[in-house]
């Protein structure tokens, strides 16, 4: 029972770091990615390659994973200058699926579609962190540094700026703000930090495979956003936590038959994605703070 | 050789493509919604059919079944879901999460039922003939074109002729007509989700015999339909038609230069390159800001 | 730069030739205007005039077919809307293009500054700020209702804002769309107001204005257009008494 809350809790702050870097862009600056997925996928990837070939001390891998990602988010930078809505929507689709492909192919670096085993974990300053009541804290604060820092941007003019980019491009462009770069800047910065979670997923699990970075992922966090409340601090934290933990229950309901528990468990999340989406679009914790700030 | 072969192969594939494409190119010009469970109503369709075929009820009842079922789970889908997020000025991101959530439910509740392995629907006519030395086609290749000519021919004359097809039209040159039009959106939405299901219909069919099914390709047929939309232009038919096969001759004749494993990038490659360089599509209006 | 005989004040904006196409429909055609310094030039014109046009050329946020416009004296033909900004002239949107999901106070703050990478401000860059948004709220009537988000704003109160965005820069050319267009008389006089008061402290400006009153109260000079060209551009006097003006004036309000 503690191993699996411990399990629970490691998985539910990485994924929450993968929402909170996905509202970064999504509720702040209006970008709404399909592609988040791919940054966790390179951060894996990335982390991995260092930590089994070279050094996997987190001083190593951290920093060069962080950096692939920073680089390769100017891929999804470029349409996000260009268009909006159901244009960005699709070409961050297509990211996707393109390195979804790369991710299967590119054997050398990602062992396939097998994926690589074996990953060493993680080394903090010479002290290697494997047990799970080690690990959670080492995620637990990862989330907590990485909440700081964007809480920071957020409520600094740059965070100003990119909600004044979400409400009226061309208003904020009048007002002396470089759209574009500061619309790669969010995009770099948001990458970055998702790369770190998937670090963390990579050496945690020992394992990975392309499964973990495909478009499913991309929608699940995007939903965990959603669901949370797009654009607020705690939401997407609230989000992962409940879309972690429906499935979990569902595995209790012992009067199920076991063989379908996985596609059960499928079936109650994309309900309970289309549920919420009808009866509570702001998110849970959406709502009520914007009735708050209406009635001041 | 090999190219003829494979010019044939994707034409059939584009086709498939095409009507797929324009169908959720039809729904989404029209009414704006993300309807990503397109895919779904595409294996619906396929399941049914190929379910009632197996009963040795035959195939004209299974194509009936296949396109009553895919235009009642549109039709389903837009009273209870989209038109209550609507309503509550839904975003263009709440609407796809929706259905994207429905979309999990449909392919779970098919390979529950019908298992997750793939199935075919055996035909004799999905044994491929030798039509030349060395060219090999299933008359199932031609029927697809067929199909697809019969069907854009209606769509064209339904389009042009009737005055539901005039509104569909303007109002996907110009979303914001709704309400100029005078004729009840609602009704609209609905005759958009009626046509654009049974466009998928043929398609269902068709891939059942040809590629066989499984409850995830769902996914893929969206996808694709996403990109021909995207590379036609939204809001144009014709041009969503000629994206749709164009992609499965791209994709089809990539196999002159990479494996198949590639096929699925360099559809999606071709997407990401147009949305950079011609936002606008094809045939579409201008999209950049 | 043109050369400023003792009686007419400064160019500040040099506009020559310029102009616009879209499509078929020659939006601007073959603008040329000064904009001088200290005074409130208006611009007058049935709808569809090209009057935005001519501020969205001025400001980057279209590019002109032909044409040439100088700043202080330097050419700004490729300019982009943020460097417009940048080198001090400032615009309000006719549709206001408020920032709505933030507050009133924040829709200032995010006018006032125009860094795009993020670094921390020294204190004193702070008060300033601090001091130029309370100043812009105030003068604005907003300070109430500076925890309100805009886009709860009464109508009034939202042009108000869009002014206030404006007020708060140190801006030295203010463009400005229709400010006070579906306002009440209250509320254009306070307008009128805050306007003579900052173009006594320094600040010129360029007003797209429709109310007669309004024009004739306050304009120092007078430029109009109509269909894309500028039919006269002189003082208000003169071209109020101008009977052909008056009749495309007039005939397009009727
Ligand atoms: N972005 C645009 N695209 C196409 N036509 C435009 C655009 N902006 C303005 N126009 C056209 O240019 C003409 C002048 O418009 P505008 O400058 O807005 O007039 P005014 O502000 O004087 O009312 C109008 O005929 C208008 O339809
Ligand atoms: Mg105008």
């Known amino acids: ?296 | 050789m090999l190219a003829l072969q494979l010019t044939i192969t994707g034409l059939q594939t584009g086709a498939l493509y095409a009507l797929t494409a324009v169908g959720f190119s039809l729904i989404f010009g029209s009414t704006r919604i993300f309807h990503f469970a397109h895919g779904a109503t595409f294996i619906i369709a396929a399941y049914l059919f190929y379910f009632v075929n197996v009963s040795g009820y035959g195939m004209i009842l299974g194509a009936i079944a296949a396109t009553a079922g895919a235009i009642i789970f549109g039709l389903l889908l837009n009273r209870f879901v989209y038109v209550p997020i609507q309503r509550d000025e839904g975003s263009f991101f709440t609407i796809f999460v929706a259905s994207f959530g429905i979309g999990i439910v449909v392919q779970n509740v098919i390979g529950m039922v019908f298992g997750r392995g793939f199935v075919t629907v055996q035909t004799p006519l999905s044994f491929s003939v030798e039509i030349m030395e060395g060219l090999y086609v299933s008359p199932l290749a031609w029927i697809s074109m067929l199909c697809a000519a019969i069907s854009f021919s209606l769509l064209w004359y339904f389009l042009k002729y009737s005055q539901m097809g005039k509104a569909l039209r303007a109002l996907s040159d110009n979303p914001e007509l709704v309400r100029v039009f005078g004729m009840n959106p609602r009704f609209i939405s609905a005759c958009a989700f009626t046509i654009g299901s049974i466009l998928v219909v043929p398609a269902a069919i068709i891939s059942g015999a040809t590629s066989g099914l499984n409850p995830a390709m769902g996914h893929h047929v969206m996808l694709i339909s996403l990109a021909a939309t995207i590379v036609g232009g939204i809001g144009s038919v014709a041009g969503t038609l000629m994206a749709g096969l164009a992609l499965g001759l791209a994709e089809s004749l990539a196999l002159l230069y990479v494996d198949s494993q590639w096929t699925e990038a360099v559809t999606f490659a071709i997407l990401f390159l147009f949305i950079i360089v011609r936002p606008s599509g094809l045939l579409g209006r201008s999209a950049a800001h | ?254």
């Open chain 1, 1 to 296: 029972m503690e191993a699996y809350l411990l399990n629970l809790g490691i998985l539910i702050s990485i994924y929450s770091i993968l929402g909170v870097t996905l509202n970064f862009i999504m509720g702040y600056a209006g970008i709404y990615s399909l592609a988040h997925a791919v940054f966790f996928g390179v951060g894996a990837y990335a982390g991995t390659f260092m930590a089994m070939h070279y050094n996997a001390s987190i001083f190593v891998t951290l920093p060069v994973a962080m950096a692939a990602g920073a680089f390769l988010s100017l891929i999804l930078a470029l349409p996000a200058l260009r268009v909006r809505g159901e244009y960005f929507v699709a070409a961050s689709l297509g990211l996707q699926v393109l390195a979804v492909t790369i991710f299967s192919e590119w054997k050398s670096v990602t062992g396939g579609i097998g994926g690589l085993i074996g990953i060493p974990p993680l080394d903090v300053a010479g002290f290697e962190v494997f047990k799970p009541s080690q690990f959670i804290f080492v995620t637990v604060g990862a989330l907590i540094i990485i909440l700081f820092i964007i809480n920071r941007l957020v409520h600094s003019s740059f965070g100003r700026s990119l909600r004044a980019i979400r409400d009226s491009e061309s208003a904020a462009a009048a007002f002396g703000k470089n759209v574009p770069l500061i619309k790669t800047i969010s995009v770099v910065i948001s990458s970055a930090l998702t790369a770190v979670a998937g670090v963390l997923y990579a050496s945690y699990l020992s394992f990975i495979n392309v499964e973990s970075f495909k478009l499913d992922t991309s929608v699940l966090i995007m939903a965990m956003v959603i669901i949370g409340g797009t654009g607020t601090q705690s939401g997407p934290i609230v989000g992962a936590a409940l879309l972690l933990l429906l499935p979990s229950l569902i595995s209790y309901m012992d009067f199920l038959p076991q063989t379908e528990i996985g596609s059960i468990q499928q079936i109650i999340y994309g309900l309970g994605m289309a549920l919420l989406m009808i009866y509570r679009p702001g998110g849970i914790v959406g709502r009520k703070k914007q009735s708050e700030t209406g009635k001041e």
């Open chain 3, 1 to 254: 730069m043109v050369a400023s005989s003792a009686d007419t004040q400064d160019v500040l904006m040099e506009i020559r030739n310029v102009d616009k196409a879209f499509g078929g429909v020659k939006a601007v055609d073959n603008v040329s205007m000064d904009l001088r310094a200290g005074i409130i030039t208006t611009l007058v014109g049935p709808n569809g005039a090209g009057k935005t046009t001519l501020f969205n050329l001025i400001t980057g946020e279209l590019s002109k077919d032909s044409g040439s416009i100088k700043w202080l004296g330097n050419p700004i033909n490729k300019i982009k809307p943020f460097q417009a900004s940048r080198a001090g002239i400032l615009r309000t949107f006719q549709d206001l293009r408020l920032f709505n999901e933030m507050s009133v106070e924040d829709n200032i703050l995010t006018s006032v500054e125009n860094n795009s990478v993020p670094i921390p401000l020294t204190k004193s860059q702070r008060t300033a700020r601090r001091e130029k948004v309370e100043h812009a709220l105030n003068r604005a009537g907003l300070f109430s209702k500076r925890k309100v988000r805009a886009k709860d704003l009464a109508y009034a109160e939202r042009k108000f804002l869009s002014m206030a965005r404006v007020m708060a820069t140190d801006a030295r050319l203010w463009l400005l769309d229709e400010p006070a267009s579906g306002l009440d008389p209250n509320s254009y006089e306070k307008f009128l107001e805050i306007l003579r008061d900052e173009v006594k402290q320094g600040v010129t400006v360029c007003i797209i204005e429709h109310n007669l009153d309004i024009v004739i109260g306050i304009s120092d000079r007078i430029a109009f257009l109509d269909r894309g060209k500028l039919l006269a551009d002189g003082e208000p006097q003169s071209i109020l008494d101008d009977p052909e003006l008056r009749a495309i004036y007039f005939g397009e309000r009727t």
